[in-house]
């Protein structure tokens, strides 16, 4: 157990739609980071937010898009659903602490758009 | 973009084996991260490694950050059968808001009780 929950569990749209997954951080945890993992491959890191702001952002479209709230809970939206989104979204949340962090991962939205 | 380059990408072992895993980079990283996942579950931090020729040794884990900061290596001691899972590596550049990490594709380890 990380501390670090993600709803919902999984979920099925289908293409053109739009979705939105949340992530509730480890407490004291004032940083997000979001990925995509397809199956069979590596994370694919989309963005991070680090007390409410975009703190850096991975090769991903606009229509993927995020929040941070005041009490560091975030949210993913991805817009205009494609097939090829289907995967297993993953947050992480950490603390900055000046030459690295640790990321921790919640379990993941399985995501399946048809 | 950046690309990491891990190896072997499944490795089938014997309970009390030793284990090597490595990954190369084109580029420079900050941070070099191994990880473990497990069916279901997200990636869980083995190892950080922060200095260029640093080593870093977690229990029966041992990794090493490579000189050029485009490599690292990831052994297992005497393999038992919770190892089994899959190992990424990860690769962090950071400075100001441009914060961006990179995994590899993974090494599924199986291990044969």
């Known amino acids: 157990e990380t501390g670090v929950t993600q709803s919902p569990t999984h979920l099925i749209k289908t293409r053109g739609q739009q979705v939105t997954l949340r992530c509730s951080s480890q407490?004291?945890?004032?940083?997000v980071s979001w990925y995509q993992q397809a199956l069979g491959q590596g994370p694919q890191f989309i963005f991070q937010y680090y007390r409410e702001e975009e703190n850096g952002r991975g090769n991903f479209p606009p229509r993927f898009s995020g929040l941070q709230f005041p009490n560091y809970s975030s949210e993913l939206n991805v817009n205009a659903l494609e097939l090829d989104d289907s995967a297993l979204y993953l947050c992480?949340?950490?603390?900055?602490?000046?030459?690295?962090?640790?990321?921790?991962f919640g379990p993941g939205t399985r995501l399946l758009v048809l | 973009g950046q690309q990491l380059n891990q190896s072997p990408q499944s490795m089938f072992i014997q309970e009390g084996e030793d284990v090597s895993m490595n990954c190369t980079s084109s580029?420079?990283?900050?941070?070099w991260l191994w990880y473990k996942q497990d069916p279901g579950e997200g990636p869980v931090l083995l190892i950080a490694?922060?200095?260029?020729?640093e080593l870093t040794s977690n229990g029966r884990l041992t990794a090493q950050f490579g000189i050029t900061r485009k490599d690292s290596f990831l052994n297992i001691s005497a393999s038992i059968p919770s190892d089994v899972g899959i190992y990424f590596c990860?690769?962090?550049?950071?400075?100001?808001?441009?914060?961006?990490?990179?995994f590899g594709k993974g090494t599924l380890l199986t291990v044969n009780p």
């Open positions: 407490s004291g945890h004032n940083t």
């Open positions: 992480a949340s950490s603390r900055p602490s000046g030459a690295g962090e640790t990321q921790y």
């Open positions: 490694l922060y200095k260029a020729g």
């Open positions: 580029s420079i990283f900050n941070t």
């Open positions: 990860a690769g962090v550049n950071s400075g100001g808001s441009n914060y961006k990490l990179t």
